[in-house]
């Protein structure tokens, strides 16, 4: 799986693409954590919304929360992202060519996930930087305290956040993978999971209040605020497991099973 | 260019089928490509070229049937692919990587040298443009840099399907000439096509399918000579022509007159003996000959009747 790694690597390490992720993932950590300090108003947070206190972001880890919370916005962008990685591999027929120098679909498809899981989580510490900078900065004027947000105990609060950002990133990754290995085409997969991950998830859940408990889109969501979440970290952990699971299933089967080329 | 033939072949398929649903794309095909021949795979569009090279590689699983490449059974294509390579439903590339770095990716994944990278770019005429675009690339440079990606293994079997697909005359000349420089080197090469004239120049092992099923299985030459071969008389004096027609059919050739030549047809393919005799009848009969040249000129007609006998 290391030399699919270092193959993918190949791709998603060129200057030019390695510039504009980067830029992206500045642009989107700065704007995510202006909207959190921005939007932030007095008094105890509502529960299912992402928009935080500011009274939560005057703790010592209200640096990082502010570019976090906004960050789950960004889900469906990740979820494109993977849906669309895997799928375009179908699409253009370079898995075809992949499979011919790396036989095992298994070491493949893993591989590939792990590479573009990593390129994702250097992108997310970039945002969650910038994102603490310019919350750094919009703070004072929205009044809210940073005198907490350089000390050990926001360093904690950062690593917490961005294990929770990992935690988020590869339910995202796997859910990704598993849609876009059955769609195998990039606009069919984009569409069936934003369309779900958008508004029937959302849809519902304004409706249906278990929708919180049990969609795994929720569940990811609730992964990065917590303190505003209808359940518990634990029991979305244990759901998401069963997804994510369920999930890797149905993609390795199909795409260990399915033919590749010819008809 | 002579065919080199081992106990065991470089590829032997048995009694393979694929089937979608109600279609046959593949019909209990069972065939052997000789180790370190140029086979060529030749079959109209839609005769199961494709489907059967995805089944040899290990990209479709068959819905019955067995084989071997190198030796390797079909199931276990991660112990075979590694000696080989192959050009499949053409070339399949990232088109936002450039040339060389599509290379270094199959390079990083297969674990080759990265030295041999710019070997095979020079190899297919592409050294000077590795470094643009995949996306950029004209077809006749798309189709090298899918050949470059399948030398890129140093193969023991080189595994093209069309490879002249799409191509201009000259881009079709460099691909053969190509075909033929890797196998003079003792590679196995199995090559399709559903023009047999486009390769049958560099071919010395002919596998011919339609609808799925063998039409035909041996060597090329065998095949050209079963094709029937003319040979084409200009006497000195027009007025020869006619006096020589009268000749050579009382002895017993197949002659014809048409716009003051002569054509001879052999079913069997002329031999050195019987041009040989042809020339001596004409000089008895004091008939000179300006010109006494073979022309293979049936080679097409005899692949589209053995289709058109399956056909019906």
């Not at chain 1, 976090?68 to 591999?89: C, D, H, N, S, W």
């Not at chain 1, 075809?96 to 790396?102: C, D, G, S, W």
């Not at chain 2, 399907?161 to 000349?173: F, I, R, V, Y």
């Not at chain 2, 000195?236 to 002569?262: C, F, I, N, P, S």
Request: proline fraction near 4%.
């Amino acid at each position: 799986m290391i030399r699919v790694i270092r193959a993918e690597m190949v791709k998603l390490t060129r200057r030019r693409f390695m510039a504009y992720t980067a830029l992206g993932a500045v642009a989107f950590g700065a704007g995510s954590a202006a909207i959190s300090v921005l939007t932030a108003e007095s008094g105890a947070a509502r529960r299912g919304s992402e928009l935080l206190s500011i009274e939560a972001l005057s703790t010592a880890g209200g640096g990082t929360a502010a570019a976090l919370g906004a960050v789950a916005f960004g889900a469906v962008f990740m979820f494109a992202a993977f849906i669309a990685g895997v799928a375009g591999e179908f699409t253009r027929g370079t898995f075809r060519t992949l499979l011919l120098a790396q036989p095992s679909r298994m070491k493949l498809l893993a591989g590939k996930l792990v590479a573009l899981i990593g390129l994702c989580a250097a992108a997310l510490a970039v945002a969650e930087l910038s994102g603490w900078g310019v919350a750094r900065l919009l703070a004072p004027g929205q009044g809210i305290d940073v005198s907490q947000w350089g000390s050990l105990d926001a360093l904690g609060a950062a690593g917490e956040d961005y294990g929770r950002l990992m935690i988020w990133l590869v339910g995202w990754a796997i859910l990704g993978t598993a849609v876009g290995a059955i769609a195998r085409s990039v606009p069919v997969g984009v569409l069936a999971g934003l369309v779900w991950a958008g508004p029937v998830e959302n849809v519902i859940a304004d409706g249906w209040e278990p929708a919180q408990r049990w969609f795994p889109g929720l569940l990811l969501r609730s992964l990065l605020s917590p303190e505003t979440a209808v359940v518990s970290t634990t029991r979305a952990l244990a759901t998401l497991g069963c997804y994510c699971a369920v999930a890797a299933g149905i993609a390795a089967g199909v795409v260990q099973r399915r033919d590749v080329a010819g008809a | 260019m002579t065919t080199t033939t081992s106990s065991e072949p470089a590829i032997r398929l048995v009694g393979l089928t694929k089937r979608y649903r109600t279609h046959v794309a593949v019909d209990d095909l069972s065939m052997e490509v000789p180790s370190g021949s140029v086979t060529g795979f030749i079959g109209p569009n839609g005769a199961g070229k494709t489907t059967t090279m995805a089944m040899m590689l290990g990209l479709v699983k068959p819905t019955t049937g067995t084989g071997r490449v190198l030796g390797v059974p079909l199931d276990e294509p991660a112990r075979f692919l590694p000696r080989v390579g192959a050009l499949i439903e053409g070339p399949a590339l990232y088109p936002a990587l450039t040339g060389r770095e599509n290379l270094r990716l199959l390079a990083e994944l297969g674990r080759r040298d990265r030295d041999g990278i710019d070997a095979v770019l020079q190899r297919v005429g592409l050294a000077d443009r590795g470094d643009d675009r995949f996306k950029d690339y004209s077809l006749g440079m798309k189709q090298r840099l899918g050949v470059a990606a399948a030398l890129l293994a140093d193969p023991e079997l080189l595994v093209l399907d069309e490879p002249t697909n799409g191509l201009d005359p000259a881009g079709m000349h460099e691909v053969r000439r190509l075909i033929a420089d890797i196998a003079a080197e003792g590679r196995t090469v199995f090559v399709s096509s559903h023009l047999l004239s486009e390769i049958e120049q560099i071919c010395t092992w002919l596998v011919m399918i339609n609808r799925g099923r063998e039409i035909y299985s041996g060597p090329a030459d065998e095949f050209i000579a079963d094709a029937g071969t003319t040979i084409s008389i200009v006497p000195e004096r027009d007025d020869d022509t006619a006096r020589l027609e009268v000749l050579l059919r009382e002895a017993g050739y197949a002659a014809e007159r048409t716009h003051g030549r002569l054509t001879v047809t052999f079913d069997d393919g002329p031999s050195r003996a019987l041009t040989a005799d042809i020339n001596r009848r004409a000089h008895d009969a004091g008939v000179v000959i300006a010109e006494l040249a073979p022309q293979r000129t049936n080679l097409e007609h005899h692949y589209l009747q053995l289709i058109e006998g399956v056909a019906s």
